[in-house]
T-cell receptor, first 115, second 114 residues
Framework: KNQVEQSPQSLIILEGKNCTLQ??????????LRWYKQDTGRGPVSLTI?????NTKSNGRYTATLDADTKQSSLHITASQLSDSASYIC??????????????FGKGTHLIIQP | SQTIHQWPATLVQPVGSPLSLECTVE??????LYWYRQAAGRGLQLLFY??????ISSEVPQNLSASRPQDRQFILSSKKLLLSDSGFYLC?????????????FGPGTRLTVL
């Protein structure tokens, strides 16, 4: 069964500090992995998308890494800001997955940035 | 540019009442459309997806139904709501034929069933 596990479930850090969120998956076959940011009460917004051949991708202060061999990904946030407070969702896409979608969602990491 | 709209933004309904949530996409044609539910403290659950008008696939059997009467309109309905239907409902779209690509989500509808 395809699964995406994220850790930690929640995280509180001080403004200006760095943090790293983890995503482990058992989705097979693998097409791509995405990180989304979801502000409270809003829809998720894509941060990064990585395919099998990519092992790092940045979007401003967000840097995602992918190790396709160990099936692990991380999202590193540098110099956190109050606006980074949100849930971060890891989504893995399978080639020819179930239905027209083939996406497996993690439950997300709830990040709180304190001043 | 493309935009996705959902309404209403919030809804409080009694158990047993009907439901109709609407989603529309602007600025694109023939999109894939999706309905998700996000319960408190849980991840996104795919409810329905559609690759075209009147082409709906259900991922989870339940008392909800979906319809796509027009290319860029997706409707989520129920004849009788249950307490367990409470949650945050999200509509999303992506490009036809590229269902593995990034999805673009609407602002969501917060549904509370009392």
């Amino acid at each position: 069964k395809n699964q995406v596990e994220q850790s930690p479930q929640s995280l509180i850090i001080l403004e200006g500090k760095n943090c790293t969120l983890q995503c482990n998956y058992t989705v097979s076959p693998f097409s791509n992995l995405r990180w989304y940011k979801q502000d409270t009460g809003r829809g998720p917004v894509s941060l990064t998308i990585m395919t099998f051949s990519e092992n790092t991708k940045s979007n401003g202060r967000y840097t995602a890494t992918l190790d396709a061999d160990t099936k692990q990904s991380s999202l590193h946030i540098t110099a956190s800001q109050l606006s980074d407070s949100a849930s971060y969702i890891c989504v893995v896409s399978a080639l020819a997955g179930g239905g027209a979608d083939g996406l497996t969602f993690g439950k997300g990491t709830h990040l709180i940035i304190q001043p | 540019s493309q935009t996705i709209h959902q309404w209403p933004a919030t809804l409080v309904q009694p158990v047993g009442s009907p439901l109709s949530l609407e989603c529309t996409v602007e600025g694109t044609s023939n999109p894939n459309l999706y309905w998700y539910r996000q319960a408190a403290g849980r991840g996104l659950q795919l409810l329905f997806y559609s690759i075209g008008i009147d082409q709906i696939s259900s991922e989870v059997p339940q008392n909800l139904s979906a319809s796509r009467p027009q290319d860029r309109q997706f409707i989520l309905s129920s004849k009788k709501l249950l307490l367990s239907d409470s949650g945050f409902y999200l509509c999303a779209w992506n490009w036809l034929g590229r269902s593995g690509d990034t999805q673009y989500f609407g602002p969501g509808t917060r549904l509370t069933v009392l």
